[in-house]
T-cell receptor
Framework: QKEVEQDPGPLSVPEGAIVSLNCTYS??????FMWYRQYSRKGPELLMY????GNKEDGRFTAQVDKSSKYISLFIRDSQPSDSATYLC???????????FGQGTILTVHP | SAVISQKPSRDICQRGTSLTIQCQVD?????MFWYRQQPGQSLTLIAT?????????ESGFVIDKFPISRPNLTFSTLTVSNMSPEDSSIYLC????????????FGQGTRLTVV
């Protein structure tokens, strides 16, 4: 079993839709959680970072963490074609700076 | 976050040869890491680049295959040695600042194709 599981999709939604991306993890030692966006042929770009259960909002993006169920989510409101990318969840905390990534979800937002 | 520059951005190499990838950051970061992203896969940590000492490798990665140097706080190299087509991947440099949160930032990556 992978330490971080993420549905690879692909996920296709119309412009304006609310997108929900999810990951589960198995290691209780993970203390912080991140979401990255990766465009084709680019490096991952940090979108959201959180270390506690609950919600964190930044513009159209909301990251949600539920440590009791080991479940993390990213919600994108009013999705745009420019949001089309691969979204990677990542966890850390077992050793400083080292991250464990999910497989990534390919998202396409069509006009 | 620091600006992270990697080069080359891509290369096509013959099997049996070696390629050295360079990673330069524009500020004195504490931690630098090297990741591999195989086609259609997620990122896997290769090693932590330690300044002035041997890198710390993750399970499944060895120094003979992936020698890493970090002569100072702003520069690191990863060499992919004796390459085979299975080494075709994107190699990514990452940095984080101890004491300023645990966010990790990535370079643009080096896309390696071994033929």
């Amino acid at each position: 079993q992978k330490e971080v599981e993420q549905d690879p999709g692909p996920l296709s939604v119309p412009e304006g839709a609310i997108v929900s991306l999810n990951c589960t993890y198995s290691n209780s030692a993970f203390q912080y959680f991140m979401w990255y966006r990766q465009y084709s042929r680019k490096g991952p770009e940090l979108l959201m970072y959180t270390y506690s259960s609950g919600n964190k909002e930044d513009g159209r993006f909301t990251a949600q963490v539920d440590k009791s169920s080991k479940y993390i989510s990213l919600f994108i409101r009013d999705s745009q074609p420019s949001d089309s990318a691969t979204y990677l969840c990542a966890t850390g905390g077992t050793s400083y700076g080292k991250l464990t990534f999910g497989q990534g979800t390919i998202l396409t937002v069509h006009p | 976050s620091a600006v992270i520059s990697q080069k080359p951005s891509r290369d096509i190499c013959q099997r049996g040869t070696s390629l050295t990838i360079q990673c330069q950051v524009d500020s004195q970061v504490t931690m630098m890491f090297w990741y591999r992203q195989q086609p259609g896969q997620s990122l896997t940590l290769i090693a932590t680049a330690n300044q002035g000492s041997e890198a710390t490798y993750e399970s499944g990665f060895v120094i003979d295959k992936f020698p890493i140097s970090r002569p100072n706080l702003t520069f690191s190299t990863l060499t992919v040695s004796n390459m085979s087509p299975e080494d075709s991947s994107i190699y990514l440099c990452s940095e984080t600042h101890r004491g300023q949160g645990t966010e990790a930032f990535f370079g643009q990556g080096t896309r390696l194709t071994v033929v």
